[in-house]
């Protein structure tokens, strides 16, 4: 090659080294992980085949919701058999209440960095029942930082909709309004997007608060009043694989920074083939650029 060649061959590569350097990069989900109530009735029939299939999908990353009488260390070892990692668990409301050193001493046994709460009783989603619960989390949280565990809260529709005596405010907002070091939020994409929120406008409201999400979606949202007041059971048969649907996950995604989202956990709550809707739902999401 010539001297004036290479010059012009080294100077245009250089050119594009720069460009390619100021434009905007393409990210992707580094490992796509999978809520395992989506298949739930799989893991009562076979508990260690179920997580095995569900790695063999490609899925990096399990959350559980309930061991099934399995003890942390046959969980632990079954992951580490199959190559996945169980980043966060759900536990009930009650388990936060009253078993929340025992839960907390399980987690750090599987290698759980989260637990999260998913479910307030119907009966306790008065205005006394939700500041109850908002200075339950506040505790809870407090206590497991102690032990190195964050604590979150992962929502349905529920939460954005009108409560008698919270003066205009919505469940959601004492939530949010506890201390965001010890009570982080587990945004379920769907079921915000349901109740008419925008992902994105939490995400810039309260940045960096929702280092998990749960991704679903619908094949079409309720609408102005609708929304309002809709619930989870209302809209089920709407629900569909991730990117068979209305909800637009690349723009949300592009907000993950902002978010402070580290997990991305797919779920159906009732999928008529449970494998073929995970992979379905992986698939998309593994190919996902934001």
Avoid at 192 to 197: F, I, K
Wanted: glycine share 8%; proline share 4%.
């Amino acid at each position: 090659m010539k001297r004036r060649e290479f010059l012009g061959t080294s100077a245009a590569a250089l050119l594009a080294s720069e460009v390619s350097w100021a434009l905007p990069m393409d990210h992707k989900i580094k490992a796509v992980g999978l809520q395992l109530y989506t298949v739930r009735n799989a893991m009562k029939g076979d508990f260690d085949g179920t997580v095995a299939k569900v790695a063999q999908v490609g899925y990096k990353e399990v959350e559980f919701a309930g061991y099934y009488d399995h003890s942390p260390k046959d969980i632990r070892a079954l992951l580490d058999k199959n190559g996945l990692t169980s980043p966060s668990t759900h536990v009930g409301y009650d388990i936060v209440e009253k078993k929340w050193a025992e839960q907390i001493e399980i987690s750090h046994a599987i290698g759980h960095q989260y637990i999260v709460c998913p479910w307030i009783d119907e009966k306790q989603r008065t205005a006394d029942g939700m500041k109850r619960a908002a200075d339950l989390f506040q505790k809870a949280g407090e206590e497991s930082a102690k032990a190195g565990i964050q604590f979150a809260y992962h929502n349905h529709t529920f939460e954005f909709q009108k409560v008698a005596g919270l003066e205009g405010k919505v469940p959601y907002d004492l939530i949010l309004a506890t201390d965001p070091k010890y009570v982080k939020l587990e945004l379920d994409l769907c079921w915000a997007s349901v109740a008419g929120q925008d992902p994105v406008k939490l995400f810039e409201e309260h940045p960096g608060r929702f280092p998990l999400v749960h991704v679903k979606d619908m094949k079409q949202l309720p609408k102005g009043e609708e929304a309002a007041t809709a619930s989870p059971d209302k809209v089920m048969a709407n629900m569909t694989e991730v990117g068979g649907g209305v909800i637009d996950f690349k723009r949300i995604f592009a907000h993950s920074e902002q978010a402070g989202i580290k997990h991305y956990f797919v779920e159906h709550d009732f999928p008529k083939d449970p494998w073929e809707s995970i992979s379905k739902s992986y698939t998309y999401l593994h190919n996902l650029t934001f």
